[in-house]
T-cell receptor, first 115, second 112 residues
Framework: KAGVTQTPRYLIKTRGQQVTLSCSPI?????VSWYQQTPGQGLQFLFE???????NKGNFPGRFSGRQFSNSRSEMNVSTLELGDSALYLC??????????????FGQGTRLTVV | DQQVKQNSPSLSVQEGRISILNCDYT??????FLWYKKYPAEGPTFLIS?????DKNEDGRFTVFLNKSAKHLSLHIVPSQPGDSAVYFC???????????FGKGTRLSVIA
């Protein structure tokens, strides 16, 4: 059974540009959550989608957005990139919404560097 | 306002000894707690969890203790092995109704 797949693995962008990251959840999983990991800040919740609907949103500016498609694949977009957006972006998939613990499986992440 | 706190950014332990990683939380609505382990260039992987109705959960070398009155939990690894060297994240949720809230992580180094 394939795991959570995030593409691309690495990305370098220039300030002011926009970027789109992709996440393919485990087959059959309908919930996808996104997290940002920066040094010293742990994993900060961005948003959660379940059956194409955003269920929860973290405390991030409107430049961060996402969506989920009918096949449960999800994308997140960051517009007008800032240096501080450089981070590891992690996607987690689960069968149910707002999973508690071991039902959530993480991908390897996309390392975004903004220069 | 950080709801889940891991106050030790790093910990170094000798192989074979006990590793104790600590976590404090402020939100009394949290009732499910988890530990994740993360190696470089990989996503976090689930390690062990505990519900608020328990005060201890054990899985092999890993034991999690929960002290609800102190809003504190800890992860014990006995005996520690070099392969345990990783970043450990503490996380909490409210009956699965809210997304997981993570701490900043503790980097554990097990020295052979």
């Amino acid at each position: 059974k394939a795991g959570v797949t995030q593409t691309p693995r690495y990305l370098i962008k220039t300030r002011g540009q926009q970027v789109t990251l992709s996440c393919s959840p485990i087959s059959g999983h309908r919930s996808v959550s996104w997290y940002q990991q920066t040094p010293g800040q742990g994993l900060q919740f961005l948003f959660e989608y379940f059956s194409e609907t955003q269920r929860n949103k973290g405390n991030f500016p409107g430049r961060f957005s996402g969506r989920q498609f009918s096949n449960s694949r999800s994308e997140m977009n960051v517009s007008t990139l800032e240096l501080g957006d450089s981070a590891l972006y992690l996607c987690a998939s689960s069968l149910v919404a707002s999973p508690a613990g071991n039902e959530a499986f993480f991908g390897q992440g996309t390392r975004l560097t903004v220069v | 306002d950080q709801q889940v706190k891991q106050n030790s950014p790093s910990l170094s332990v000798q192989e074979g000894r006990i590793s104790i990683l600590n976590c404090d939380y402020t939100n009394s609505m949290f009732d499910y707690f988890l530990w994740y382990k993360k190696y470089p260039a990989e996503g976090p992987t689930f390690l062990i969890s505990i519900s608020s109705i328990k005060d201890k959960n054990e899985d092999g070398r890993f034991t999690v203790f929960l002290n609800k009155s102190a809003k504190h939990l800890s992860l014990h690894i006995v005996p520690s092995q070099p392969g345990d060297s990783a970043v450990y994240f503490c996380a909490a949720s409210n009956s699965g109704n809210t997304p997981l809230v993570f701490g900043k992580g503790t980097r554990l180094s097990v020295i052979a």
